[in-house]
Every structure is written in structure tokens, then in C-alpha cells.
């Protein structure tokens, strides 16, 4: 076998799977249907900011990218829950300081690009779009989309990292038993802006990512390095209060002063950027099986598109890639037995991080702001500071571990149950160090 | 607005459907990708015999075909369970000598094109496959088969009643916000058959429908009106004892000995079967919306493909049509009023028999050989006895009435916690009719 590979699509997971692919002796074609980003500006206003979480960072480092990101990421240690009557409240992330960092995703995508061409043996083909894949025989059909002519090439092994609408997934999706499904929720989002203040002064706390939870709904904002921050309004689609029925400036001027009033100031032009920016829904995808015999394989948002609400879309993507170096160091250029080891071992944390970002939105939206939630993760902490070799926190667990997104989620709901028991006792800080309590708890871990 | 409609699909349900339609003073081509069935014998080998129950005449009746229908189907009174030491036990259907039918797929749907044709009005192209639907303008484009030509075709008002994989979906699977799943059960299908003995006689008993119910799996047979059953294996695809392990005529062999030794003898040339008829996988359906604008609708299998195991999809999608019928009763041509309100009205029902269905083949093949679900339905019986006007089994609430499925679901799991309670109670026979359990039963009620 020739040591080629094709990639479809040079977004985020395509650029870096590429330079593991490269590193490992690889010559690697990038075929991606949109312009060069880095010379064109394209599909401006539907961008939700990126949060890097330590299994994106462990991704980058695999190829040896994480210095080149680390300088433009803004740590965000904090979640910064504005409240409705105006007042702020921040909520720590970790235990030990860590962080979420937020990066632009054009930006990163960029830096990408950047870093896979610098490898020897990767070339990106803009414009390619691809039309239709023949997974026996590994032709691949493009249309150039300058010239709108037909384009065929030969490849024997190729990954789809075309997003959730992916060209490759298409074609898997005729083979017999393939299972798919794509589910839109019932939000949808909008992009929205908070410019930089005087001489890129930051408006807002720079090192937190900021939300206005409304039960049902909310509005977030993360930092840009140029003192800006990207705001995400994640609002019904339709129904009463809704995307729907904001139609006129003004209605949307009595939406913002009903719910978000402290963060008008901050967005002198936001009636007129609601209606020039899109309205964009939220689908996620699943899929199964991933990998083609040892022809073709999904990853990253093609095989599990999720919703945005933990953070983890670009991190598990970066770490269906680390965990592909690691088969590939193990077994080399075997993709028999690669390919099933990949999907086995992806599915079950692909499955779990869609259900945790599920629940995050309800957390995020809702419990943020709620008494009960923040009392059980005062008590989260209290265990975690007695006992910090053995508990991790759920929420830590995802963002700042490595341990696979369904353990995490397995440990997650087992440990609800003590929360919820340590919940009930009243003065649970005087008794906390009682025999009683601490045996209950170490009953637990 | 012309009274004209477009139908995709020539099966079952789009022919019952253009006789709805035509009755109603609409002008209805009905377009078939394959070649006319009643000229040409195509698709041998992968038919599942179809069980016409109440809603299925209902919505036969309801284009004046029932009488029709009724000359060719044969009733199953009961379930003819072959137990695996050869022993045979008969478990009827109802409470009232109530009866499925048998019906072959192909000459109900030859049946029905004939009725169809004869309709004032509709007309069957053949051999034209829809390649494309373009949404907004009603264009639609097919390839004639023949020819391999393309053709356009206009139309206001367009049902797709093209099965599994229809291509109306495909063109609506496109739009935002459809969601849409394709999932595949463990189990795939072969189909056998057990020819008439001599002179037309039935080798088995003819009014039943034959299981051979083996835990993980199991063969069932239902009558055709020349003496002859059509069997149908529902087996593993893959694993130890599977479709997949099963390769020479000899594996054959000692698989039926083992788990089916009562129908060899019935079945002469079972082997050589075996291998001539393909394995064939049982996908099931989700989407959702069915309709869109007042301009495409699908029905049947197209909207909500299921599981064969409650023998209700071919039922289902008849009751598809006569609500339509009767929303057009309601609404004349007002199809912007009537769209909503069918998939509004069939979404949930179409959900909750696939529930139905995935659970009843757990019934079929393990169940039926259960001795506590054989307990539960003998005290179902004389629930049902006691009480005729207010318990209805669930089984019979499916199959014998008009229900809406997903009430019959709700009552069916609410009704399984008293079973479960009296299944618990010790000479149940003897205290039934005291005043502490007519008691508990009434409550319920």
C-alpha cells in the first residue's frame, strides 16, 4: 500500500489529522469545498467561539501545536453568570485554577492550515467539493467550484472530516446497515458582538466566559484578543418568545431590555447585527458504523456532530486524532485492524459527550442560576478538597482530564446520588468532618 | 388550485392512497420505479406475508375495497407456537374469536393497482424512479427506466408513498431543521417456504400463524391461499450462531435439526432455499415534519418505516389514509389546514407502534414461551372476561380496534402494573372474584 491518504475538508480536525498522518510518513491531499479562508473572508456571523479544553490542547500537542495556539488563546477561569437583576457571580471552573481557553475559530482554522502545509507532503485543494465517493474502488468525484467541472481522483484510504454534512458519511449512508441519525433541538443561535472598548480595553471580566442564563434560553459571551468578545444568543426557534416572533427592532430593543439590560451598553449596534447576522440551527448527528473495511473512516463532526454546550465539539474531534496516532504507533499502517479499534473505542465517548452537552444547555440555561445546583457544587468542592486524589469533579473531569467522556459520564451519575443524599443534611459544613459523613462519603469513592 | 396530485410510489399504501384521492375529485398520477408487477415477476425471495387487522380493512373499506380483499385473506385465529420438543400450543389472537388475515404482499398490491386504475382519473407510470424533487417549485424530476431518460414533471400537491428510502424524503431530509433517523435492529430476515402437501392441503394448521419461538430468534410462517406457508427466518446477521456463520448447506442442516426439526419435513428443498434467497436487513424510520407547506406530504413507510413484529406497517400506513380522508372530509382542498393536522395527529401513533413493534418481537420469539407472560395473559383473559366493556387487551387494542396506537401504548404499561400485582397473588382463581380483588381491579379500571 502506497503510504497516501485524502482528506475531505480542511477545517479543524482535517488540518491536524493531516499533520499526524504527515508525521507518520504520509503523503496527505486536502480536499476542502470552500475558498482559502486565509486569503477570502467567508461565511462571517455564525461563528460560535471555541473553548480548548486539555484534551484539544493533548490533540495539538500530539502534533506538536500546542506553543503556536497557547499564544493567542485567552484562559477563561471562570464562569461569569450575569443575574437578572443585574448582579454578577462567578463560578470557578476548576479546583487548582485551570481553565477553558477561548480561541476564534477562523483564527485557529487559519494557524492550522499554516502548520499542516509546513509539513512535507501535505497540499490543501480549495474549491473541491465533493460530490460523491465510491468507497470500493476509492474514486472520489469533486466539482471545482470556480470552473463547475468534474474532477476524479483515486485514493486508498480516505477520512471524511467534512463536518455534519458530510460527503463521505453521505455515500456510507447508502451501504446496508448503516445506522444514522441527525436531531435538530428546539434553540437556535445567533452570533452577536460586544466591541472593544477604548484602546482594546476588554468591557467585561477578559478571563471568563460570561452568561446571561434565562431558564430557557440564554445569551453567552467569550473574549476575542483584540479586546472584543463573541456573543451567542441560544433562543427559541419558534413558539411565543422566540426568533420568530423578534421581528422589528423594536421588538428585539424589548427583548434586550426584558432580559439582558446590562449587556446593551456594551453592544451599541446589536438591533441592527440581529437582523444582518443569520439565524442558525443546531443538529447533531449520529452515526454507525464509522470506518469502511480499511478504505475509508469518519471523524470529528462527521461522525458525532454534538450541540455546543460543553464546549467538547473540537476537543473530542482533537482527540479522535490523538487517539488515531496512537493505533497507528501501535500497529502502523494496519488499518484492518486500526479502523475497528478507532470506532470502538470512539463511539461509546462520542454518545456520552452528546448526552452531557445535552444537559449541559440545561445547566448552562438554567441551573447556573439555581439554588439547588449551586449548593451541590459547593458540596462537589468540599469533597473534592478533602478528598483530591479521589473525586474530580464532573464538570473537571470533562474539561481537564483525559479519562474517556463515557467513564466520566458513568462516574458523573454515580456520583449524583451522594450529592443528593449530602443535600438533605442541614449544617452539612459543621458535620462534614463527623465519622458519619466522612465514612458515607468514602463509602462512595 | 387544480385538482391534480402527484404520487410517489406504487405500493400498498400509494395506491390505496390515489383511490382516496380520486375519490374525492382529484386527478392522481402515481409514479413506480419498478416495472408493472401484475406484467412482470420481479423481487422474489425477501417477502414478509402481510397481516391485515382492523385498521388495515378500515382503511380499505374506506375506498370501498374491502369486500375485494376479503375473498383472498386467510384468518389466524391464533398464534401456533412449536415449542423446541416438537409440542404445538395455540394462543388465539382475541377475545372473541377475533382474526388476523394473511395476505400475500405481492397480490394485495396487484389487488389494489387494478382498483386503482380503475378509478376515474389515476393512472400508474412504471419504470420511473425520482431521482429529485425540487420542494419549492413542484418540479420532479425521473429517470425512466427504460429509456434511462430524464423527465420533469410539475405538480401542486405531492404524496410520497415511496417506501423505506423514498426520495421525496431524501429532497426533504435536505431542508433545516428535518430530523430524520435510519436504524438498523441486530436481526436481518430470510425468507423459506413450506409448499402445499397434496392436492392443495395445508401441512400445518391453516388458520394460525405458525412460531417457532427460540429465545434469541425464531421462524414464523403464515398461509397462502394454494395450501402453501411463507416462512420467514429472523436470525442473528452476525456472532456465534448467525446468518454469518451459517455458510454451507450442511451448517443448514444441523442448524434447522437443532432448533427446527418439526418443519424439516415440511420443507424438502429448504437448503438449497437457503442459500437462493438473499438475507435481507430490517431498518426502521424516524422523521419529522412529514409535510411541507401545503405543497408534499409523505405516508406510510416513507414517514415512519417499522419493525415487522406487531404486523401493523402496512395497517398503519392504511390508517394513514383514511385520516387523511377524513381531514379532507373536514377541509375540502384546504391542504395548508390539512397537512398540519395529519402529522400532528400520526406522528405520535407512528412513534409509539414502533415501540410497539420492537417490543412485541421480544414477545414473539422469547415471551410466547415464557411462563410468566404466559401467566400474565391468562390473567389478562379473565380480567377481560369479567370486565368486556372496560379491558381490552393490549394485544386486541392494536389489532382489533381503532385506538389511536400511542393510547393504546399508555393504557397497555399502565395496565401491565396491576397484571404484574395479581401475577403475584397465590390461587388467583380462587380469590378472584372476592371483594379485595375485584376491588383492586376496579381501581384500576
Known amino acids: 500500500m502506497s503510504k497516501q491518504a485524502t482528506i475531505l475538508g480542511a477545517g479543524l480536525v482535517g488540518s491536524l489529522l493531516s499533520v499526524y498522518l504527515a508525521k507518520r510518513g504520509y503523503k496527505v491531499d486536502i480536499y476542502e469545498r470552500r475558498p482559502d479562508m486565509r486569503k477570502e473572508k467567508i461565511s462571517a456571523g455564525r461563528s460560535i467561539n471555541l473553548a480548548l479544553s486539555d484534551r484539544g490542547w493533548r490533540g495539538l500537542a500530539g502534533a506538536g501545536l500546542e506553543e503556536e495556539i497557547r499564544k493567542v488563546a485567552i484562559p477563561m477561569n471562570a464562569r461569569m453568570v450575569h443575574n437578572t437583576e443585574g448582579t454578577l457571580s462567578s463560578q470557578p471552573y476548576g479546583m487548582k485554577g485551570e481553565a477553558i481557553y477561548s480561541v476564534s475559530r477562523g483564527g485557529l482554522n487559519k494557524t492550522l492550515m499554516d502548520l499542516a502545509e509546513q509539513q512535507a507532503g501535505v497540499k490543501i485543494y480549495f474549491n473541491h467539493r465533493c460530490e460523491e465517493v465510491n468507497l470500493d474502488s476509492g474514486e472520489l468525484i469533486f466539482e471545482d467550484q470556480t470552473t463547475k467541472q468534474l474532477i476524479t481522483k483515486k485514493s486508498e ?153 460543553f464546549g467538547q465539539g473540537m476537543n473530542c474531534g482533537f482527540e479522535d486524532c490523538r487517539i488515531l496516532g496512537e493505533l497507528m504507533d501501535e500497529n502502523g499502517d494496519d488499518w484492518k485492524t486500526i479502523f475497528p479499534l478507532y470506532q470502538q473505542s470512539r463511539k461509546p465517548n462520542a454518545d456520552a459527550i452528546l448526552e452531557l452537552a445535552l444537559n449541559n444547555f440545561i445547566e448552562m440555561r438554567d441551573l447556573v442560576a439555581d439554588k439547588k445546583f449551586l ?63 466522612q465514612k458515607m462519603i468514602k463509602d462512595y469513592l
Not at 483530591?388 to 462516574?411: C, D, G, L, N, W
Not at 446520588?417 to 459523613?437: A, C, G, R
Open 157 to 309: 484510504l480516505i477520512f471524511g472530516s467534512d463536518g455534519a454534512f458530510s460527503a463521505l458519511r453521505r455515500s456510507m449512508q447508502k451501504l446496508d446497515r448503516f445506522d444514522y441519525s441527525q436531531t435538530y433541538i428546539e434553540h437556535s443561535y445567533k452570533e452577536l458582538h460586544i466591541p472593544p472598548g477604548e484602546g482594546g480595553k476588554f468591557l467585561m471580566e477578559k478571563n471568563a466566559l460570561h452568561i446571561w442564563p434565562r431558564k430557557n434560553f440564554m445569551l453567552i459571551a467569550l473574549p476575542n484578543a483584540d479586546g472584543s468578545f463573541t456573543c451567542t444568543l441560544f433562543f427559541h426557534t419558534e413558539g411565543e418568545e422566540s426568533f420568530a416572533t423578534l421581528k422589528t427592532e423594536n421588538d428585539v430593543e424589548v427583548f434586550f431590555k426584558k432580559y439582558f439590560e446590562d449587556a446593551i451598553p456594551m453592544m451599541p449596534d446589536y438591533k441592527k447585527v440581529f437582523f444582518a447576522n443569520p439565524t442558525s440551527s443546531l443538529p447533531y448527528i449520529k452515526c454507525y458504523p464509522w470506518t469502511y473495511k480499511d478504505k475509508a473512516a469518519l471523524i470529528g463532526d462527521a461522525a458525532h456532530a454534538v450541540v455546543p454546550f
Open 375 to 437: 449548593r451541590k457544587k459547593q458540596i462537589e468542592k468540599m469533597i473534592a478538597n478533602a478528598f483530591p486524589e479521589k473525586f474530580i469533579p464532573a464538570y473537571s473531569m470533562v474539561s481537564f482530564t483525559h479519562i474517556p467522556y463515557s467513564e466520566a459520564q458513568r462516574i458523573g451519575k454515580h456520583r449524583d446520588e451522594i450529592l443528593e443524599k449530602l443535600f438533605l443534611v442541614e449544617n452539612l459544613e459543621e458535620k462534614f468532618s463527623s465519622d458519619e459523613i
